[in-house]
């Protein structure tokens, strides 16, 4: 039996595993690989580049009439199904190419234009959409349901109940377990792991295009005024805020300031009480901590603490933290950034009155320590309560990114929440804020702190810039979907069109809706004769 022709479409990482498994299906004969990113007449796999998507019409007329489409989607959730909108204007046919080395229940639907790979195994009650990719060693088990476009990665474990929307992708090494669905436009990062109810619409995005989300630290601080059931409050103001994290102090007064050490200019509020008497009534001890990081623990909230001194390092070591705060006045501290460093944990270092030469010998300490530089996020920051806007210079941020490789972010000591929401839409990957139950409560700190509602306001604004940020790939939103085929055009027969008569530049227009051929499919039209009668305004067919 003589093999058909086959057209590849997409030159790329997909391209030699598709040509392994065409070939050893032996159905089809790979005429060649059209890319537009690709040398004509250079070759993959042994088969030659033709050249770019532009010659399509041409290669059909040549009588080439199946054609696959071996591109994924990372970049573009679109970009499958504009390939493939445009192959079946033109009048290709899309083939099912299954490796022989993949398992298949006989019971599985698949649509039309869907590639299964080597060791792939798709079982028993699985629908499959059009044009779909379950690609090497992926798994697709009972009861799941993939639409049209998707592209499942590598080493995919899909499993009973997963249904998931309109041009997912699927990354490599992925696991999405029980009942979980995954609605339109949707993306399931690489690695993720994902076992429970996922609410429609929902998003998870691969690292190649990943929305930023803020880690974003509602500061305590010493706004407890030392009392436990004061700060069991602050954890619930900053949960019901929606915060990711509560951050303490953890100090020993004694330990951290001398006897006649003066206060800051904004601690003033009892003249005659001196930095030390004032801090004592301020400290949290190792019980206070451990209630505060249980009540943390039931509140489903992360706790956090800054120590200002190695005992109260090693406290915090005691509890097992993940996380490690330097405030801003210990980057100076060598033993202390010694001592932190070589927990190699994720730290944050704030850099109130540095310069960038004192944070670079900060980070340099704790990665010669141990610490990774991956796992350290520096945080822009002005210490002056509050900070003059003049002198908060957030392009500093973005910096100590580019300088010091590490990821970035800002502690805010401004009044309202306007700073940390522009910190949140120049890519501040944590903000930091004080906030207090009372603004009227005495102490040093709760003057220019948030109250409960102003935390809450913060964090929603800052939510939002994240979805206003998106990922960065221009494509075709879900809230525009209703609109698209209104507002674009489809080939339409500008007057009565006969049997066998020749579609012209004449005979044809462009108009609204788009329920048939694009416009982008004029030269592959003109020229062809009609199939059957047409009327003015009507749907052109091929």
Not at 266 to 282: A, F
Request: aromatic content about 6%.
């Amino acid at each position: 039996m003589q093999k058909k022709r086959l057209l590849l479409i997409g030159g790329g990482g997909h391209a030699k595993v598709v040509i392994d498994a065409i070939r050893e299906a032996g159905v089809y004969k790979i005429y060649g690989v059209v890319d537009p990113g690709l040398k004509r007449g250079s070759r993959i796999s042994g088969v030659k580049i033709l050249g770019t998507d532009k010659m399509l019409p041409e290669i059909f007329k040549k009588g080439i009439r199946h054609a696959f489409i071996g591109v994924g989607s990372i970049g573009d959730f679109h970009r499958r199904e504009n390939i493939y909108r445009r192959i079946k204007a033109i009048g290709f046919r899309l083939p099912i190419i299954i490796h022989p080395k993949s398992v298949v229940a006989k019971d599985v639907s698949i649509g039309e234009g869907t590639f299964i790979a080597a060791r792939a195994v798709v079982n028993t009650g699985t629908w499959i959409g059009e044009n779909v990719i379950i690609n090497t060693s992926s798994s697709v088990d009972h009861d799941c349901r993939i639409e049209g476009f998707t592209h499942v990665a590598p080493g995919v474990v899909l499993s009973g109940g997963v249904r998931v929307g309109y041009g997912t992708h699927i990354g490599t090494g992925a696991k999405v377990i029980q009942n979980v669905t995954i609605e339109r436009e949707s993306m399931i990062g690489s690695g993720e792991v994902i076992r429970r109810r996922v609410e429609k619409n929902a998003r998870y995005i691969t690292p190649y295009a990943r929305k930023r989300r803020v880690f974003i630290i509602a500061e305590a601080g010493v706004n407890h005024n030392g009392s436990v059931r004061v700060a069991k409050k602050m954890v619930d103001a900053a949960k019901t805020a929606g915060a990711d994290a509560v951050k303490f102090q953890t100090f020993s007064a004694e330990g951290l300031v001398s006897r006649d050490a003066p206060k800051a200019e904004y601690q003033k509020e009892r003249r005659k009480e001196s930095q030390l008497s004032m801090l004592k009534k301020l400290e949290l001890d190792k019980r206070a901590h451990k209630k505060i990081i249980n009540y943390c623990k039931k509140r489903e909230i992360k706790f956090l603490s800054s120590p200002f001194d190695l005992k109260s390092i090693d406290l915090l070591k005691s509890y097992g933290l993940d996380m490690y705060k330097i405030p801003s006045g210990q980057i100076t501290d060598l033993p202390f950034l010694k001592r932190i460093g070589a927990l190699k944990k994720k730290v944050i270092l704030s850099s109130g009155m540095s310069s960038l030469r004192d944070v670079e010998g900060a980070v340099r300490i704790l990665v010669k320590a141990g610490t990774r530089r991956k796992d350290i996020t520096v945080l822009h920051c002005n210490t002056e309560y509050p900070t003059p806007y003049r002198d908060v210079n957030l392009s500093a941020m973005l910096a100590i990114r580019k300088r010091l490789r590490v990821k970035a972010g800002y502690s805010d000591h401004t009044p309202g929440i306007e700073v940390p929401v522009a910190a949140a839409s120049l890519g501040a990957e944590v903000i930091e804020k004080h906030f207090t139950l009372n603004k009227k409560m005495p102490g040093p700190d709760h003057k220019a702190s948030l109250d409960p509602e102003e935390l809450k306001n913060m964090v929603k604004a800052v939510r939002n810039i994240e979805e206003v940020l998106g990922d960065g790939i221009k494509r075709t939103t879900p809230s525009e979907f209703k609109n698209r085929d209104v507002v674009r055009k489809s080939i339409v027969a500008s007057s009565r069109i006969k049997t066998g008569e020749i579609f012209t530049e004449e005979n044809l227009t462009t108009k609204r809706p788009a329920k048939g051929i694009s416009p982008m499919e004029w030269d592959a039209v003109v020229g062809r004769p009609a199939k059957r009668n047409f009327k003015k305004d009507e749907l052109i067919e091929i």
